[in-house]
């Protein structure tokens, strides 16, 4: 049966620099939460939830926001409306809507942005092989085409646009798509839309459904980097999704390799297997030092809003937010952590040391209780750590071991988690007694 997929070719590039390169700081960030996000959810938003995601979004520090894909439903059309009309926009942040190669489609989307002052239009069309052939029955000449077409158009409208305009262009499914082919659409894209140094366009480059490992995918980039007309009046952006699960490394592999923008979800939402989760993203660069450029100091509080409008609960070992992301259960990992807290208290070089914790819990608003959590599996360490935590007790190294094994076999005969004040009670029996 797997013989009948092929296997994902190969970029020839024979001085890739993507490897040797660092992230020195965060892209810009574009959300598409409210797009890509929410057209894959079993219960799509409607405009007042849609409303409270946005304003989340901005409360995070988001200045991109996909909205909506207007021209396809009224819903999306009205959450425009609605927005701008109501005054919800700040003047910092650009609003984002999707529209297809069609006249029709391109001139009600500007519809749906009358009145905005910062809008992106984002144009695309699929150009991989399987869609011109099968879908679209299309040429390659006639994809161009489609896609100059629907950049003149877009012209035309922004030229009477009272707001700023900055365009967009993907092309769709190009992680399908021959490179040379996507070179030839983005640069007639490019060369007609004509960006200036001052208003910039994005040329977004999506891996529609990832198909090939994150090196292959930063390949790419860094071969159509190196391939675009007017590079410097271009922000190259990336919009991983997740099918093999590594969109986010997907993202920063393309960071590397010359990508200045990423588009994607909090908490990787979307279709199938979902889009880059810009949450861990932004972690990812915090816990390496470099500012994410997104307030993640309340990212619990606003995470759980989000889950509630979106019905996807967080995985409890989801990077970074998860419950039990900074719960150790095993004696070793407990032992460490405890000893890490202790040095932490007294080192007073600024940076964080502790073992297996990678960020300070206390930075997204979290405390220390939870980082040591007893079962069967915890020693002496965690037993030792819970009772000063908890009950500032100091107990002595030779009482240790014999109040952790009872808390053993107490957990071993329960079978789950001891709480706090059952390891309480085994210290009172084995010391106090
Ligand atoms: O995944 C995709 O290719 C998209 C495009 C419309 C950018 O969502
Ligand atoms: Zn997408």
Known sequence: MYKKYKPYPLV?????????????????????????????????MDAAQKLVYFQILVSLGF???????????????????????EGHIPDDVRISVLTPAIERHIRRSFEALKGAQNIIMHLYNPTADNQRQIVFKKSK?????????????IKEE?????????????????SQTEL???????????????????????????????ACTPNIYADRIEWMSAQMVMRD???LSVHPHNDRGTAVASAEMALLAGAQRVE?????????????????????????????MLDVRAIDTALETITQLTRLPIPKRHPYVGEKI?????????????????????????????PYLAIDPRDIGRDYHDVVRINSQSGKGGVAYVLKRYYAIDIPKAMQAKVAARVQRLSEAKGGEIAPEEVFEAFKQVCLA
């Open 233 to 235: 009046r271009v922000i």
């Open 326 to 354: 900074y719960t150790a259960y095993s004696g070793t990992h407990q032992d460490a952590i405890k000893k890490g807290l202790e040095y932490q208290e007294v080192a007073l070089d600024g940076y964080w040391h502790v």
């Open 264 to 292: 994607g979800t909090l908490l990787g939402n979307g279709e199938r297997a979902g889009n880059a989760d810009l949450v861990t993203l932004a972690f990812n660069l915090y816990s390496q030092g470099i500012d994410p």
């Open 63 to 85: 200045k991109e926001i996909e909205i909506a894909y207007p021209s396809a439903s009224q819903t999306d059309f009205d959450f425009c409306r609605k927005l701008i009309t």
């Open 158 to 174: 922004a030229a009477h646009f009272v707001g700023e305009v900055m365009f967009e262009y993907s092309p769709e499914s190009f």
């Open 141 to 153: 000449k006639e994809i161009i085409a489609l896609a100059l077409e629907g950049t003149r158009i």
């Open 12 to 44: 020839h590039l024979t001085h890739r620099k993507w490897p040797s390169n660092i992230i020195t700081k965060a892209p810009v960030w574009a959300s598409t939460d409210l797009r890509d996000g929410n057209q894959a959810l079993v219960e799509p």
């Open 180 to 210: 040379a082919f996507a070179r030839d659409v983005v640069n007639g894209v490019i060369s007609q839309w004509n960006p200036s140094e001052e208003t910039p366009m994005v040329i977004n480059l999506p891996n529609t459904l990832e």
